[in-house]
């Protein structure tokens, strides 16, 4: 077991011999483990340091939440997503603030975009190219909301599907963090957390502590779709597993925090066929959704919203000050 500070696999390894919860992610783990991996670039193992200048002080809006849930729906292409069979999401953008046209960056790929989406950094900013675990280049250097959030004194949970999002969250980073390793010197790419099991972690932690800040990763819909394509009806399905892991987790922070939560919504890329990671709409075009405390209910978001505004709109709402070179912006027409 991985215990670089509070890491903790909790809840229900995925692997070949054993998965009830989503049973497409068995067979998915295995065959996408044997996928030729994603390029790495020449430059991809430099990282860049963080910005030492903060912008100015943000300004957040009032009431400030309680708690504020990321979720991330890895690979929900917005199309897709609109067309599936998820109530509980469908729900939120009704009653939220919404727009079905964001874009990712390139390239759009999981870690790449994730260390976007957590920075507010452009990846020649944060220096990540890789797409898998590769424990020789570390943790990210550049800094997360959530560092920030943790250096400010608030609470923060993070918890993943996917083994390769570990490089976002260093020791020390967050309060807790669990993802599917078991050795972070091993990388077969077989370990996943589905949906359900990735909620019922959050769900168990947040009752107990009740983080201020919590980050959340669903796979199943990357996971289909690299085998049976975007789209698919093994992929409709994983879009509704993941749904009712959104239901599972908001029922339970409702049932142990209240309602003054505030939940962001989004997805790291698209995908067409049996792949992403090209500058294309299918790939680049992502949901955006807002919902909770504060938030305009029923508003279709006109202005362009990019990946990087995910964090640059976390940050704004605790006050919090991201580097000078952040490209992301927080979407203030959100909110009320």
């Not at 009704?94 to 079905?100: L, Q, S």
């Not at 870690?111 to 990846?123: R, W």
């Not at 995908?271 to 405390?293: C, S």
Request: glycine letters at 8%; one cysteine or more.
């Amino acid at each position: 077991m991985w215990t670089g500070g509070d890491v903790r696999p909790l809840g229900i390894l995925v692997n070949a011999a054993s998965l009830h919860l989503c049973p497409l992610l068995a067979g998915l783990a295995l065959l996408v483990a044997g996928c030729k991996p994603d390029a790495v670039p020449a430059s991809s193992s430099k990282v860049s340091p963080p910005s030492a200048a903060p912008i100015a002080t943000a300004t957040q809006p009032v009431p400030r939440p309680a708690h504020l849930i990321l979720v991330s729906f890895d690979g929900a292409r917005p199309d897709f997503v609109q067309q599936a069979r998820m109530p509980m999401l469908h729900a939120m953008a009704r009653e939220g603030a919404v727009t079905w046209t964001a874009r990712s960056i390139v390239p759009p790929l999981t870690l790449p975009a994730h260390t976007s989406m957590l920075t507010g950094l452009a990846p020649e900013e944060h220096g990540v190219y890789w797409n898998q675990w590769i424990p020789a280049f570390g943790p990210l250097r550049a800094q997360t909301v959530f560092m920030l959030a943790k250096s400010s004194g608030l609470s923060c949970a993070a918890f993943s599907g996917k083994d390769k999002l570990a490089h976002l969250f260093p020791t020390g980073s967050v309060d807790h963090v669990s993802f599917p390793l078991t050795d972070p010197q091993d990388w077969s790419g077989t370990n996943v957390f589905s949906a359900r099991s990735v909620a019922a972690q959050a769900v168990s932690y947040f009752t107990q502590r009740k983080p201020r800040l919590m980050f959340v990763h669903f796979p199943d819909a990357d996971m289909a779709g690299h085998f049976y394509g975007w789209p698919s009806p093994e992929q409709f399905a994983a879009l509704a597993e993941c749904d009712a892991g959104l239901a599972l987790l908001r029922t339970g922070v409702e049932r142990a925090g209240g309602t003054n939560n505030v939940f962001l919504l989004t997805a790291d890329h698209g995908g067409a066929g049996l792949n992403h990671g090209v500058d294309r709409p299918q790939d680049m075009t992502i949901p955006w959704i807002v919902w909770g405390t504060g938030v305009r209910r029923g508003h279709a978001l006109t202005n362009q919203v990019t990946l990087p505004d995910t964090a640059a709109t976390i940050a704004w709402i605790f006050g919090l000050n991201l580097p000078t070179n952040a490209i992301g912006r927080p979407v203030r027409e959100a909110f009320r």
